[in-house]
């Protein structure tokens, strides 16, 4: 498995990636292939360079979008922002989440990294917090 930095041509095979990884989660992922299209297109565009792939045996198994630019309300300054992290189910739990995080981190350049989680999806709360994000106080946001 390698993790390397996303290219636009990589955006058209994300889609489908997004909606199956977000089965049983249906509340925070997509209602259609055509709006997670245009999802992905936009967080590519708010910032290119924060884009991070999964990459085994040839095939796209997880991604990572990140924005380097983000302004904080909580911080009122800018700082690092996680917008959208997948990992395709059958390859959950094989650690390519956690890198997938690292390569973006690093990308952003602040310890200053903040999220959004869904109160529901716990899977993703105990990843988080397994790489030591905590909570905000009184919100769903995580830095
Ligand atoms: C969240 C997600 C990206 C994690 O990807 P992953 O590749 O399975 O995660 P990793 O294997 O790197 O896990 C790293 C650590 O996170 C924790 N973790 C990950 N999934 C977990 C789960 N389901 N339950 C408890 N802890 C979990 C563990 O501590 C794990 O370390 P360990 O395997 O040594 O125990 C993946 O579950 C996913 O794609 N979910 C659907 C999309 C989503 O919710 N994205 C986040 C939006 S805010």
């Not at 390698?2 to 990636?17: S, T, V």
Request: charged share 30%; hydrophobic share 40%; proline share 2%.
């Amino acid at each position: 498995m390698i993790i390397r930095a996303g290219k636009k041509e990589d955006l058209k095979f994300l889609p489908e990636l997004l909606m199956k990884s977000y089965k049983g989660i249906e509340e925070y992922g997509e209602e259609s292939i055509d709006k997670a299209r245009r999802y992905i297109d936009e967080l590519y565009d708010e910032d290119p360079k924060c884009f991070f792939v999964a990459e085994l045996e040839g095939e796209i198994v997880g991604f990572v979008f990140c924005n380097r630019f983000w302004y904080s309300k909580f911080e009122h300054s800018q700082v690092g922002e996680i917008n959208e992290i997948v990992v395709i189910p059958a390859h959950h739990h094989e650690g390519i989440g956690k890198e997938l995080l690292e390569a973006a981190m690093h990308q952003l350049q602040t310890d200053k990294v903040e999220l959004w989680v869904g109160a529901n999806n716990k899977n993703a709360i105990e990843f988080y917090k397994s790489i030591g994000f905590v909570e905000k106080e009184h919100t769903e946001k995580w830095i």
